[in-house]
């Protein structure tokens, strides 16, 4: 779904919510011969009251209201979140194939390559494996899926510490090894 087609499904939804609102609001007027509708001098308090309260400080009941609104769209909106976890594990799965890839040719050309399980801290279950390859210009490392591990076959469990490079730094090894030699 394209950021216009969202906007278009969630202003959708917003009209709706408008419409049912104003539905409501005019069942409680009387209307004039002219079909001016004429909000009741109490509706108008309690609705300006209201207005000026935060969310927080609303009764249980209001609160109910404002989230029923709200659940009208968290479909529309969990449809673009599982669009966006889809793309981004597609574009991880292109990029362990070519990590897969490059830890082989590392091996074949003798660089030391291996497995470690990402202990502790706050990290997702599922991403816990590391792959390091160590080259002469310093450390790599990336998290990686469990269910990319059958593309990693005979990696030999890494025995050394991560010694703590940013993916900025990462990277710049990279660059740097590339351009060894030059």
């Known amino acids: 779904m394209s950021e216009q087609e969202l906007i278009e499904q969630l202003a959708d939804k917003e009209h709706a919510g408008w419409a049912h609102w104003m539905d409501y609001l005019f069942s409680r007027c009387p209307f004039t011969e002219k079909g001016d509708a004429i909000i009741p001098r109490e509706l108008v308090a309690r609705w300006k009251q209201q207005v000026k309260t935060p969310y927080a400080d609303l009764t249980e009941q209001e609160k ?65 494996h590391v792959i390091f390859i160590d080259l002469p210009t310093g450390q790599l490392s990336w998290h990686l899926h469990d269910s990319e591990m059958e593309n990693f076959p005979g990696i030999v469990p890494y025995l050394k510490e991560w010694d703590g490079h940013t993916t900025e730094e990462k990277y710049q090894r990279i660059a740097a090894f590339i351009h060894l030699g030059e």
């Open 64 to 128: 109910k209201s404002d989230r029923d609104e709200v659940a009208h769209i968290l479909p529309i909106i969990d449809e673009r979140i599982s669009q966006e976890i889809d793309t981004r594990n597609k574009a991880y799965a292109e990029r362990n194939m070519c990590i897969a890839l490059i830890a082989r040719l590392a091996e074949m050309l003798g660089y030391n390559v291996g497995m470690k399980r990402h202990e502790g801290e706050d990290w997702e279950d599922d991403w816990r």
